[in-house]
């Protein structure tokens, strides 16, 4: 009797770990990242540090805040002597998805330092991005953003998409 009773505690216990999800817990993502961005966010090249925020499963507030240059610009002309300047952009995002999949969307800004008519532009955000899953593995993210202002008025050449790519820790 006291066998068969150990056969079925087995039988059973072996059922129910079979019958668990196999997707991993919402708080094992890892939420920070160090990224490079090109050509995106007002920057020629960045280099940035990101923080997601789990809402849940399928939604993800994301905000970053990088470090960059871009050079003063003419798309007709030629500037003999252009200025550098130094950027720090940053956004705040909602991302959607389910996974390691994600449609981004948000607000971005990037401040200017250096000799410019117009210290910060804010623009629009939206994008794919691939998050993983676990820690110590590469993201993605290829995004597109629109200024709110007519960004000739800064004397830079403004690229309406970007490229990132970093590591999750």
Same mark, same amino acid.
């Given at each position: 009797? *006291?066998?068969?009773?150990?056969?079925?505690? =087995?039988?059973?216990?072996?059922?129910?770990? %079979?019958? +668990?999800?196999?997707? =991993? !817990?919402?708080?094992? &993502?890892?939420?920070?990242?160090?990224?490079?961005?090109?050509?995106?966010?007002?920057?020629?090249?960045?280099?940035?540090?990101? /923080? +997601?925020?789990?809402?849940?499963?399928? %939604?993800?507030?994301?905000?970053?805040?990088?470090?960059?240059?871009?050079?003063?610009?003419?798309?007709?002309?030629?500037?003999?002597?252009?200025?550098?300047?130094?950027?720090? !952009?940053?956004?705040? #995002?909602?991302?959607?998805? *389910? $996974?390691?999949?994600?449609?981004? %969307?948000? =607000?971005?800004? #990037?401040?200017?330092?250096?000799? @410019?008519? /117009?210290?910060?532009?804010?623009?629009? @955000?939206?994008?794919? &991005?691939?998050?993983?899953? *676990?820690?110590?593995?590469?993201?993605? /993210?290829? %995004?597109?953003?629109?200024?709110?202002?007519?960004?000739?008025?800064?004397?830079?050449?403004?690229?309406?998409? $970007?490229?990132?790519?970093?590591?999750?820790?």
């Amino acid at each position: 009797m *006291r066998n068969i009773f150990l056969l079925l505690m =087995l039988l059973i216990g072996g059922a129910v770990s %079979f019958a +668990q999800k196999s997707e =991993l !817990p919402l708080n094992s &993502r890892p939420l920070n990242s160090f990224n490079i961005n090109l050509l995106g966010d007002v920057s020629i090249l960045s280099v940035n540090y990101e /923080r +997601q925020v789990l809402i849940s499963p399928t %939604f993800i507030l994301s905000n970053k805040l990088g470090l960059g240059y871009h050079v003063e610009s003419c798309f007709f002309c030629k500037i003999e002597d252009p200025n550098y300047y130094l950027t720090l !952009p940053h956004h705040l #995002t909602g991302n959607l998805g *389910r $996974g390691s999949n994600f449609f981004e %969307f948000g =607000l971005g800004g #990037t401040m200017f330092i250096g000799d @410019i008519p /117009r210290h910060y532009l804010l623009y629009s @955000i939206i994008g794919y &991005r691939v998050l993983p899953l *676990r820690s110590g593995k590469m993201n993605f /993210r290829v %995004f597109f953003h629109l200024p709110f202002l007519d960004p000739n008025h800064f004397d830079i050449f403004f690229m309406p998409f $970007g490229l990132s790519f970093g590591v999750s820790i």
